[in-house]
């Protein structure tokens, strides 16, 4: 597959470059543009970011490998970033992966063979408030997970509805 | 004028100053991993810490605060500062570690920090003897660690380049490396990937570090995490000696140091100077090790009825004398070179001079194109300047191919001519052809009379670089007629002091059977009974500062002294453009 970037892409990316006062800046944004593009930043996706913005390869590809959120080989179009550090996998975070691991018969790393998901074991993602919890794609949070919640989640995925926005309120104290 | 205080001690200073290259110019020392004086300094090792602070001044009256026992008070800087990236101001109070117990505790536990996922390989690692970590460790290090718990495990032996292998797991990420790509050769090549404890550098995928400067990567890697192709796991450096001399693969002349162990060159590095390549040399430069050790021509070769042939000194001295009789003076053709030395090119001048033989000519060897602005340049020779300095006749190949058909005796020195394609083997048939060279070539092998001459690492001789700087080789290699031992300007290893014939790791083939080409000439002379003396490079350079005008005033003391000398650069420039 070739990857190129539209006219409108590099509008946008015009647009972001002049946000900046030197181009480095600029890395990070145009490789969201691109993952969101393309799915995913592979080496050869890195190379066209480079070059558009007439960056090092190199650096580009270190900005890359230091954000997991960034994704270095193509993923499932769903990627579910399961937390089991501390608070997850103290309030049950390996049962809700080996969970989502026997639903999608594959082990975490893994893409299922539909291309649909892919399984992430992910450090804090800093909702240990609303923990065991996960992240799709880099955006929402589903928070205090259940079997029952995962077996919703993963019907709704399939059918292309993402989960919503879930505002989870913290117990207050009541007579003050 | 500004003055800070070290350690108690004060002292002035004027300009601008970092404290850490302030106290190493002082001949003091503060441990440091990543900072480079010709780079950029990121403070990322975090191993330079020192205490900082001011005295405390009252503001009105001007004076300096005292305390309970008449002291200056300091207002101490909250933290502790890394000393290679902190600016010198009037007034300021620098403690190190030799006075600051605190100091010398953070720079304790930094190390303990940057050991834990280091691998404890040192006894099979190339860098041991030579290794900033392995030294400070000893010096400022804890005892043990306390980590107990499993090293992360990273790639290693990463082929990064055709030159370069990579260790992640010694690596502790100081960055001098990119630093290097980006700042000094800006190929930007590398760069840190992964993060925390996964860090290493690496090139983007799919993309080699075939930077032409690549391996002085290996030379500031601080730790034993880039090693160069060629030389990894050839030798500790405590068994090799190190020599200064000059690189002969170019016209920068390049300061380096040839790394020997029995009599063989195993590596050269570059040496610091500041007016000709700062601390950095070309990757070509480094592979041309290979050159003082293969391929040398030991003893003199003769023609025979078309082969040549091993054959003795005194033969050849015979041989060329009854040959040099058989022509005319006029018919000489002596060819001096830029890949020879002043002293050299020099020796063969007089020797023309003495039999009335038309004085040196010579060719020079350019490829158009290479010169990059940095350490390379067009011209190959290291001496195209002291040729014309020397005051040669510099001969385009067309005018040097008609010369050599007139010739009835050639001379050649070192030049290639055959393989440079300026001349033709067929040319050199029916006149008698000598050439004095260090390793085989086609010329040499077409030739008559081929005289071993001893390389830049068995001599010492000075060669002018291209902006007309004069600086000399030291002897690092053994001939057959040297000895280390006795040749007090040699420097000796601990397997040449202790090595001794009858021990396996000595071999007395790797001294090779040459002579400096002015010995040679002036045994020659000696026999041809209009003797000549040209004993050594230094005495020959004397000679020469006193009898030619653009040497004036050159001696070796003086090269050394100043690790070469400029020669009058108008002359040089003006010689080069006609």
């Known amino acids: 597959m070739k990857y190129e970037f539209s006219e409108e892409d590099l509008k946008e990316i015009d647009a972001i470059k002049a946000k900046y006062p030197e181009v480095m800046p600029a890395t990070l944004p145009v490789l969201w543009l691109a993952q969101n593009k393309f799915g995913h930043v592979n080496p050869e996706v ?23 959120q960034y994704y270095e080989e193509e993923k499932g179009t769903y990627v579910l970033d399961v937390c089991t550090c501390l608070t997850c996998q103290l309030c049950g975070g390996y049962e809700m992966l080996e969970y989502f691991e026997e639903k999608l018969g594959i082990k975490q790393g893994e893409t299922t063979p539909d291309g649909r998901f892919t399984l992430k074991e992910v450090e804090c993602l800093g909702a240990c408030g609303y923990a065991p919890m996960m992240q799709v ?15 919703k989640l993963l019907d709704d995925l399939r059918q292309d509805k993402k989960p919503e926005h879930e505002k989870v309120g913290m117990p207050q104290r009541k007579n003050i | 004028m500004p003055e800070i205080f070290i350690d108690g001690q004060r002292y002035e200073f004027e300009g601008e100053h970092r404290v850490l290259q302030f106290i190493q110019d002082l001949g003091k020392e503060v441990p440091f991993f990543c900072y480079h004086p010709a780079m950029s300094a990121p403070a990322n090792c975090r191993q330079c810490f020192v205490k900082a602070g001011q005295y405390v001044k009252d503001r009105e009256t001007g004076e300096y605060e005292l305390d309970e026992e008449g002291n200056r008070t300091i207002r101490w800087f909250p933290k502790l500062q890394t000393s290679c990236n902190l600016q010198m101001v009037d007034g300021m109070v620098i403690h190190t570690q030799e006075t600051d117990e605190q100091v ?49 495990h990273r790639p290693k032996r990463v082929r990064l380049g055709p030159r370069v292998i990579l260790d992640a797991e010694r690596c502790i990420n100081c960055t001098r490396c990119v630093r290097f790509t980006d700042e000094i050769s800006k190929s930007h090549q590398l760069t840190i990937v992964q993060r925390g404890d996964n860090n290493f550098p690496i090139t983007a995928p799919g993309r080699e570090f075939d930077d032409p400067y690549s ?5 500031i890697c601080p730790v034993g995490a880039l090693t160069a192709a060629d030389f990894r796991f050839k030798a500790r450096v405590w068994e090799m000696n190190q020599t200064p001399s000059i690189d002969m693969t170019n016209g920068k002349g ?18 610091y100077n500041k007016e000709v390549n700062d601390h950095w040399m070309p990757d070509e430069a480094r592979t041309a090790y290979t050159l003082f050790n293969e ?32 022509v005319k003076p006029a018919e000489v053709l002596l060819v001096g070179s830029p890949h020879a030395s002043v002293e050299e ?46 005051g040669f006749d510099e001969l385009t190949p067309a005018e040097f191919s008609a010369e050599a058909e007139k010739a009835g005796l050639i001379i050649l020195v070192h030049d290639d001519f055959i393989s440079r394609e300026v001349l033709t083997a067929g040319q050199l048939d029916g006149k008698y052809t000598v050439i004095f060279a260090s390793n085989h070539t086609k010329t040499t092998k077409a030739a008559d009379l081929v005289i071993p001459v001893t390389t830049a690492a068995e001599h010492a001789a000075s060669y002018v670089n291209v902006e007309g700087r004069i600086q000399r080789t030291f002897r690092a290699k053994e001939t057959k007629y040297n ?48 003797e000549i003396t040209l004993e050594d490079g230094r005495l020959i350079m004397s000679e020469i500062a006193s009898t030619i005008d653009a040497f004036n005033g050159v001696s070796y003391a003086k090269m050394d002294e100043n690790s070469g000398i400029q020669l009058d650069t108008e002359k040089v420039s003006k010689k080069v453009e006609s």
């Not at chain 2, 001048?349 to 290479?370: D, I, M, Q, S, T």
């Open chain 2, 345 to 390: 090119n020099y020796a063969l001048a007089k020797f023309a001079n003495l039999n009335g033989y038309r004085k040196p000519v010579f060719l020079r060897n350019e490829e158009k194109g290479k010169a990059d602005g940095f350490l390379l340049t067009d011209d190959l020779a290291p001496n195209t300047n002291g040729c014309i300095l020397l």
């Open chain 1, 137 to 151: 794609s880099n955006e929402t949070y589903v928070n205090n997970l259940t079997k029952e919640k995962v077996d």
């Open chain 2, 215 to 219: 391996l002085n990567t290996v030379d």
């Open chain 2, 254 to 271: 390049t300061n380096i140091d040839l790394w020997t162990r029995d009599n063989i060159v195993l590596r050269i590095t570059p040496r």
């Open chain 2, 295 to 326: 391929n040398r021509i030991s003893r003199p070769l003769q023609k025979l009825d078309g082969e040549q042939v091993l054959s003795s000194w005194n033969n050849a001295y015979a041989t060329l004398m009854e040959q040099l009789e058989e």
């Open chain 2, 104 to 152: 010398a505790r953070a720079q304790k536990d930094t190390l303990e920090f940057l050991l834990i996922n280091h691998p404890l390989d040192c006894p099979i690692c190339d860098q041991a003897g030579e290794c900033p970590l392995q030294i400070q460790t000893y010096k400022y290090g804890p005892e043990g660690s306390r980590f107990e718990v499993k090293k992360v």
């Open chain 2, 483 to 530: 000895k280390r031992r006795l040749d007090m300007e040699m420097s000796e290893g601990r397997l040449d002091r202790y090595g001794t014939n009858f021990d396996n790791w000595v071999n007395e083939d790797n001294k090779i059977d040459c002579l400096p080409l002015w010995t040679f000439i002036s045994n020659l002379t000696g026999y041809m009974g209009t």
């Open chain 1, 46 to 68: 890195q190379r066209l970011v480079a070059s558009t913005l007439g960056l090092p390869e190199a650096h580009v590809h270190g900005v890359v490998t230091f954000y997991t």
